[in-house]
């Protein structure tokens, strides 16, 4: 069954920040070289909770898809590019996730393989999308409400806004209690919805993508404890 991890690593100096940007072209080569790697993807962040389109220079990401769980939690804690990583950051932590639903493509491929999995216990919704230039700042106008919107959001487990490239690309990646909180906030009468309608309405996107993940684990810790304890409280 495929995995797809998320690590997100908190460099905290000039330095480390500094080696953390130069990584995103740096890291290539080594991520290419990795075993069992498929699909991958090196990302920065945004301020705040990094829905903004202004870089935060100390939260840089790695998305990578591997065959299974074993491989997957083996490669990210073993491999060099990303103990090269783990040596620099202050702060790491992983998901691990199993692909459930997922449509469109991201650079030209799709990279989720789904397979049937139970939707009980915590879910998390990745969106991706190539913004055409001429609509870029209709796009990040709609940011900021739907950013307060998840905020408040008394549901959501953990949410932050990565992307490729600054402005062009952006993804979002959350991570809810069950399907049905999550589909309540996306479908209902917000920010949001209203966001959604426009992007169809406008043809914003040149490229995008919506998957949906059932969360397997994590390892790692963020702001100093693991995000899904707040999924075991709830439960």
């Not at 908190?10 to 920040?17: A, M, Q, V």
């Not at 996730?97 to 919704?125: C, M, N, Y």
């Not at 001429?134 to 990565?162: E, H, T």
Request: with cysteine; net charge positive; hydrophobic share 40%.
């Amino acid at each position: 069954m495929q995995t797809v991890s998320i690590s997100f690593f908190r460099f905290p100096t000039g330095f480390s920040k500094v080696w953390a940007f130069a990584m995103m072209g740096l890291a290539r080569s080594q991520m290419r070289r990795l075993d069992g790697v498929g699909f991958w993807k090196l990302c920065g962040s945004g301020t705040g909770e990094g829905f903004t389109p202004i870089p935060n220079t100390a939260v840089y990401s790695i998305l990578a898809t591997w065959p299974d769980e074993e491989t997957a939690r083996l490669q990210t804690r073993s491999a060099p590019v990303f103990l090269r990583y783990l040596k620099r950051a202050s702060e790491c932590w992983t998901v691990f996730l199993a692909p459930i639903s997922a449509r469109g493509e991201w650079s030209g491929v799709r990279p989720f393989k789904t397979t049937d999995h139970t939707d009980q216990g915590p879910v998390a919704a990745l969106t991706r999308a190539t913004i055409r230039p001429l609509k870029a700042l209709k796009f990040w106008r709609r940011v900021p409400d739907i950013s307060s919107v998840i905020g408040a959001d008394g549901n959501v487990i953990f949410k932050i806004g990565i992307g490729e490239v600054p402005l062009m690309h952006q993804i979002t990646f959350s991570i809810w209690p069950d399907t049905r909180a999550m589909a309540d906030f996306a479908r209902g009468d917000g920010p949001h919805a209203r966001a959604i309608r426009a992007v169809r309405e406008g043809d914003w996107f040149s490229e995008e993508l919506y998957a949906r993940f059932h969360v397997l684990g994590d390892s790692g810790t963020w702001q100093g404890r693991s995000p899904l304890t707040r999924s075991e409280v709830a439960a």
